[in-house]
């Protein structure tokens, strides 16, 4: 049986006419933090809840811990910790209510952990969850989520609606879970800052299927941008290593996949060549899935959706 | 020792804990038997994942430049590598070789790099080594 913690493999949902995943394969290895990435209404909350078992996919399935997402009992529930984006919590409880709820339906639940981590992030027993703030309400349900020490945690853009400070201390508490407890992570998002920091993989979600599936460093260290104005007479280059070709004043922008050095030769042949500074995750993000222009990627890249090469580059 | 990444830099996170810190070595701002800070400790400070901090460190470990003791942390050797030495000058000619051609290709010319690499041995304690 796979070692992996989750695996969709290819996974369709649909709902009506309209389909939301179309073959969806991802793997999670333990111990690692795979953040999932997509414009708003790729596909991300429906697979992650496919996941959770509050969707059932329609074609393809999906297992948590090698266990069928469709049956999920209470041991496998018990190892994962979910953090929504909504963050919901009980409003009519306390911080001091909700603590207790949890324990009292989680076996493993760790009570001196919570005081630790309740103290940290300055939350009072007595103080009423419509009281609490977006950012505390979100640092409570993970406290929570993570309180009886999942093997897999599971948050639904957690950052959403959060400011600049609270998002850090957001991902403070991240960082600390990870170094204390070594469990498995997937997660949406949208600041892609934040991925940077923490994922050890990413994988772009684009109309329901993943365009790219690869470790960051290998996505950062192989993906490169730069501007090319072609002679008179010279057509934008193309081939397997040109990404994408977006027209702009006097040239264009290229993203190139693993460029050979013959084919910046040949650029610098044909036009000017100029380098562009290294991609930050957020104009890879922007390359890959932004506004239809001509030369949009539009299929996956077989090349980084392979987890078996890209894992062997990295770990 | 201060140690400092930018998520935003093309260079992977681990690669750049891994210079900061033989970084800090060869600037002599860090001293032989230093302890590093935990994995947690550093994850925590850069706002990183300690996976990230664990390779950075079993990398810095295969290079000889901290040991790794059970149960009380990382500490620097500051012994250099353990290398043989033909593979340690394998090494230094693939560095220099490498700088060479980037600075051929900015444009520089053979005096313009001897200023700039005696400027670079200056600002590092290589200065001060004697031959082993």
Known sequence: MSKDVVVFDRVERWFGVHTVLRGLSVRVQPGTVYALLGRNGAGKTTALRILLGFLHPHEGSATVFGCDSRDL?????ARIGYVGEDHRLYPTMSVGDAIAFEKDTRPAFRAAFVEKAIERCGLRRAQRIPRLSRGQRAQLSLILAVASDPELLICDDPALGLDAVMRREFLDALVDLLAETGCTVLFSSHFLGDVE???????ILHDGALLVDATLDDLKRRIVRCGWSPAAGETAPGGPNVLRVAPRRGGFDLTLLDPTPELFASLRAHGELAEAPTPTLED???DLTGPERPGMLREPLDDLVSPGRAAGGAR | ???RVDPRSAEPLFEQVVFAVKSAVARGTAKTGERLP???ELARELAINPNTVVRAYEALERDGVVVRRQGAGVFLTGSGSDLAAA????QLHDLLRRAVTEA??????AE?????????LDETEIKTRRQS
């Not at chain 1, 009992?73 to 529930?77: A, C, D, I, K, N």
């Not at chain 1, 920091?197 to 994988?203: L, M, N, S, T, W």
């Not at chain 2, 051929?104 to 010319?109: A, R």
């Not at chain 2, 313009?112 to 670079?120: A, F, M, S």
């Open chain 2, 104 to 109: 051929f290709h900015l444009g520089f010319t």
């Open chain 1, 73 to 77: 009992g209470p041991g496998e529930r």
């Open chain 2, 87 to 90: 593979e340690r000058k394998k």
């Open chain 1, 284 to 286: 890879l993000f922007l």
């Open chain 1, 197 to 203: 920091r923490i994922a050890d993989r990413v994988g």
């Open chain 2, 38 to 40: 935990s994995v947690r």
């Open chain 2, 1 to 3: 020792m201060i140690i």
């Open chain 2, 112 to 120: 313009d790099v001897q200023k700039v690499l005696q400027g670079c």
